[in-house]
């Protein structure tokens, strides 16, 4: 009897994967004697953060204990308090829409202040103090009087 058509295809195939196998070794090794033995370059960081191609000297290594190390908020001290009622100018308000923005007298920054939040009736340029209230968008104005 005589071999089958299906055996003789599976050799050549099976022939076919070696050769392939064998020419993508060959190209991998005639790269690698391209670069130089190939590899990835070692960078390393030195004590100021910057990279260096010379590993660190083991004798300037700097030695911590877990127990030094801090985790969270530091807590303040009692002298420490911050006072919740800050000052501002309210540089925009709608009174048609119930909302405006006041500029607070520290740092500068706005904040945004709904008509729920008022205790007084505000306009523009009335100087005002207030809280702070994380809102969805940021922190809004609450409690806001005419000072």
Excluded: W
């Excluded at 130089?36 to 960078?43: D, E, K, Q, T």
């Amino acid at each position: 009897m005589a071999k089958s058509q299906q055996t003789y295809s599976k050799i050549e195939k099976e022939k076919a994967r070696a050769k392939k196998r064998e020419e993508k070794q060959k190209k991998k090794e005639a790269r690698k004697a391209e670069s130089g033995g190939g590899g990835i370059p070692m960078a390393y960081v030195d004590a100021y953060g910057n990279l260096t191609d010379t590993p660190p000297d083991p004798a300037d290594k700097i030695k911590v204990d877990a127990e030094d190390i801090v985790l969270g908020v530091p807590k303040k001290e009692e002298g420490e308090e911050e006072d919740p009622v800050r000052r501002g100018k309210v540089s925009f308000y709608d009174s048609s829409k119930g909302f405006g923005f006041i500029i607070d007298a520290e740092n500068n920054e706005k904040y945004f202040c709904h008509v729920s939040g008022l205790l007084d009736d505000i306009m523009e340029n009335d100087k005002v103090e207030y809280e702070l209230e994380r809102g969805m968008k940021g922190m809004n104005a609450v409690k806001v009087k005419k000072v």
